[in-house]
């Protein structure tokens, strides 16, 4: 299922303190987390989002502390996808499993403008840049993937495993 | 298709065929890991998830280790959570007060990782097992209750950087400096996903406490872990620790790397990461004019019984320079019985080194030793960030037990040789 959004750019090395600061982590609401989203990065940052818009990112982001916070900043502000040159690795796996649907591509990441309009089709793994025209191609997201997105994230997901164990 | 170590194991633990770096496979755990710190918040999620037990009560390891014994009401009641689900569970292997030691020097002292094994950890340095040839890696606390609910996880197949050690080994030169330096010419991010695959002909001169204690350190490098081969000193070091029956493990010839790093040993210098970053690596004789007030002898990097001898081949006869602080923490109950028994308490406490027992302790600035404004300290652990031993105007040094012990000696940064 293919989703659109609007682009909102950030450079590289974005790391977890900078995605949600430490005072904020006070609480695990999602909503509320949302609200402080990037304030490390930008005070008032999350203003310019709107619900299902995108973000871009350089490379290594999300690097930094393990916390399951800095997902469910994300996905509080309404961000739909992220798109990357590259993830740190722990931030990878805990946006997945909290939901959080991350879109690796490498340099093709500086065809994207702040601003652009993305039209992204994971099934087929083609983002398609509305705004130039341009298309990127990226190896199709895996069913392990797909399925943690479309339950919304891993709880949900050994939830309904446990239900088919009979337990 | 020729197979790198980290495809390899992954391949031992899932149906599915492993064919090439970046897919995502569902593996079996042979083992899952928390610890005073991480454990109450898995056990959260576990309990978000309706989960009504563990997968395998033999195979959740619940660590009470960094904050031991309990330093304060917080970190008492956190342990209280833990204990409370181990015995709701039937937790075999839960660990708490004479019985806990530093979780990665523990396991595997204990044979609960064995070669070949697929082990998380809601610790960063989970990676240390792959000194014996698992695949052992850190993980954050959803990962970690799935994998105790499910006993599988899901994991992306990672490309390999390949690191061959040659040349002859000087007489000081241990893991540590080793891996200092791999860190150093590769960055902090140098092995972003990848495994550090380890090899070469000079190998066979590092011993498996020496390579446990550079496994750990590949999440400094940002590697997913840090593999070794199982080998005859592997076997070895198995057969002693209550795993009878061991199996061999390398890579595949032909196997492919993303990168192959080589570094030669020969008339190497031992190796001090500065502050604040472990890639700030130098030569420890270019450091001989920086003095310390502490110094840190333990740690999952370096608290095994090989650094107790270490330190206190260095230490024997010798006294800790006036106004310097030097804390011995053997790593678990094991070590510290065995230094007692082989007399090397004797030459700390001669030395006027304060020992204590087993614990994370200072290493993550926790207590039994958290640096003051100011103040400057060479450990034998892991990282040295801003403040992470204390005070954010502290400075940390990291290096092994010889340097350590001798720079605990003169007070200044200082080669065992040097003495």
């Known amino acids: 299922m293919s989703f659109t959004g609007k682009v909102h750019k950030v450079g590289a090395h974005i790391d977890t303190d900078a995605i949600i600061p430490a005072r904020f982590l006070v609480t695990t609401d999602t909503k509320k987390l949302g609200e402080a989203c990037m304030e490390g990065l930008e005070p008032g940052w999350v203003n310019r989002v709107q619900e299902g818009d995108i973000i871009v990112a350089d490379r290594n982001f999300g690097c930094g502390s393990s916390r399951e916070h800095a997902p469910l900043a994300i996905i509080g502000a309404g961000i739909k996808a992220v798109v990357g040159h590259s993830f740190a690795r722990i931030f990878y796996r805990n946006s997945f499993n909290m939901g959080l649907m991350l879109l690796e591509v490498g340099d093709e ?22 705004t130039t025209g341009g298309e990127i191609r990226i190896p199709v997201l895996s069913s392990m993937m797909q399925t943690l997105i479309d339950k919304g994230g891993m709880v949900n997901y050994v939830k309904e495993q446990l239900k088919e164990m009979g337990e | 298709m020729a197979m790198t170590l980290a495809q390899k194991i992954l391949q031992m633990h899932t149906d599915e065929e492993v064919r090439e770096v970046g897919q995502i496979v569902e593996c079996s755990l042979s083992g899952v890991l928390a610890n005073d710190i991480t454990g109450p918040l898995a056990i959260k999620s576990f309990r978000a998830m309706g989960a009504k037990k563990v997968f395998d009560k033999d195979k959740v390891f619940l660590v009470m280790d960094h904050y031991t014994p309990q ?24 660990y708490e007060g004479g019985c806990a030691g530093v979780e990665h020097a523990l396991l595997p002292e ?6 070949g094994d697929l082990v998380i950890g809601a610790d960063s340095h989970t990676c240390t097992y792959g000194g014996i040839g698992a695949f052992s890696t850190g993980l954050g606390s959803t990962d970690i209750a799935c994998g105790m609910v499910l006993g599988k996880l899901w994991f992306k197949v990672p490309a390999s950087i390949r690191v061959n050690i040659e040349g002859a080994m000087p007489k000081w030169i241990r893991g540590k400096d080793l891996i200092l330096r791999l860190i150093g010419e590769i960055g902090v991010d140098g092995a972003l996903y990848r495994a550090l695959e380890f090899g070469g002909s000079a190998l066979k001169d590092v011993d498996v406490e020496g390579r446990l204690c550079m496994a750990n350190m590949a999440i400094e490098a940002g590697g997913k872990c840090g593999l070794f081969p199982s080998d005859e000193l592997t076997a070895e070091y198995c057969k002693a620790h209550s795993n009878p029956d061991p199996i061999a493990l390398s890579a595949d010839e032909g196997a492919e790397y993303e990168r192959v790093v080589t570094m030669d040993v020969t008339g190497m210098e031992p190796v001090v990461a500065c502050p604040h970053l472990p890639e700030n690596t130098r030569p420890v004789s270019e450091l001989s004019d920086i003095t310390v007030d502490q110094v840190v002898i333990g740690s999952c990097t370096n608290g095994r019984i090989s650094d107790m001898r270490d330190a206190a081949e260095v230490l024997k006869g010798r006294k800790v320079a006036k106004g310097v602080r030097c804390i011995v923490i053997p790593a678990t109950p094991a070590v510290w019985r065995q230094a007692m028994d082989e007399g090397l308490f004797e030459i700390f406490s001669d030395a006027g080194c304060v020992i204590s027992t087993p614990t994370c302790g200072p290493c993550l600035g926790g207590y039994m030793g958290v640096l003051g404004d100011g103040e400057r300290c060479i450990s034998t652990s892991n990282r040295n960030f801003r403040g992470r031993m204390g005070s954010l105007e502290s400075e940390l040094y990291l290096s092994s037990p010889c340097v350590a012990a001798a720079s605990a000696v003169t007070g200044v940064i200082t080669g065992p040789d040097k003495l």
Request: charged letters at 35%; glycine letters at 8%.
């Open chain 1, 109 to 130: 990441v500086e065809k994207i403008k702040d601003g652009d309009q993305l039209e992204i089709s994971p099934e087929t793994g083609v983002i398609r840049n509305l």
């Open chain 2, 71 to 94: 330093k304060d009401i917080e970190s008492a009641n956190q342990v209280i959570v833990s204990r409370k689900f181990a015995k709701e569970m039937g937790i075999t292997h839960y």
């Open chain 2, 110 to 115: 204990k044979g609960l990782v064995k070669p």
